[in-house]
């Protein structure tokens, strides 16, 4: 199954999830957000990607598409996963097809951007005018889904409506919202082509993909609850996807390392990893997706901060729960990262489980503090685990 989440998209789940319609063909709806009018005369000022994802978070969630997109930056946010509906269609009760959900999949894409905005200092008058950055990305993931590469009704050019029923009904592949039956807003106005060159260009190298068939791997980050990913990433969660990779035996393009720079050998192996999986293309790019790093790590790491309540809370529940148990996953696999970086744990038990082996391995810490006897009892606290932190980067809170 295609995944449900974007590989590298910022999730931001709105919940209230509901079937498609199955009886119709898939298809993809592209939007821009269009939130200011301006005009060549009179240009303004682009409205951030930010504010735009504050709006579908908060008081826009009623009409919230499937993806937010960024053309500038490449960077996306996703709020329902490709298999539910989406709700920025309007579907009137005289439609025919409830407008949001006919289809296998009805996936929906808001381009961050208006006629005429400024970013930057340069003014853009169409979409296909922007660096479109992230779009071949987008585009593998959602003929993943098998929505066609076609425009039943014409690839958006302008602003004028074209809307036919029948059409809409029977034929899978890219809608612009200028095209669904029963809505009367003609954007997008232009949108970028399936081949990645006409209205496409290279993004910044940050977000270059390399084009089938060419050799040099992807070179493009990719966000995963707040961490970043791929080519020119750097921190504690790309030596512990480096250390996961080799201990499944995808390690063969180290030359050294792993280590908290993410280089070529890690998007190769990365690679080799999600072939493993199953994935094919561009969602085997080697770069992350959020599904393949939970698979890869059995949780997502985040932020480097660390409550000692809740690993404490850890410490007394995992060891007599279920093999693999995480009470508190993303935050216990920080200190047991730093545990195997000072020695005391091996690498495989880095795993978010705060099981007995960790509990003897923070005992060691502690006696290395210089606690003792109960005092070295393996459950963490306050003054060993600052000290902790202190020594390998994270910070403790409560």
Known sequence: MPELWLPGA?????????PTDQQYPPKAIAHITWDRNATASAPQDWCTYESLVSYFTGGGAGDAPH??????????TQLFPADSRSKSLLSPSQSPTRTNRAGKVVIQIEAVFFPYCRYQGKVYAQLVDTPCAGWDRIHAW?????????????????????????VWESRGGWYAHAHVPYNDHTDPGSWPDFTGRSGS???????????PGDPTPARYQATVNGLAYGYGAHGYQVTAVGRALVARGFGAHYRSGPGPDWTDADTENYADYQRSLGYTGHAADGVPGET????LLGYL?????????????????????EQGHLTYGSEVAIVEQALADE????????DGSFGSLTVSAYAGWQRRCGYAAGAADGI???????RLGAARGFTVTD
């Open 10 to 18: 910022e999730v931001h789940d709105l919940g209230d999830h509901a």
């Open 67 to 76: 993806l937010v997109w960024d053309p500038f930056s490449g960077r996306a």
């Open 142 to 166: 959602i003929s993943s889904w098998g929505v066609p590469d076609a425009w039943p009704m014409g690839r958006p050019t302008d602003f004028s409506a074209h809307r036919d029923e029948q």
């Open 201 to 211: 260009p290279s993004g910044p190298p940050s977000q270059q993909q390399p084009a």
């Open 292 to 295: 393949s790093l939970r698979r």
């Open 301 to 321: 790491p985040g932020p480097r901060t660390v409550s000692l309540a809740h690993v404490v809370a850890a410490a007394r529940s995992d060891p007599g729960a």
């Open 343 to 350: 020695g005391l744990l091996e690498q495989r038990w880095v």
């Open 380 to 386: 963490p606290g306050r003054d060993s685990l600052h």
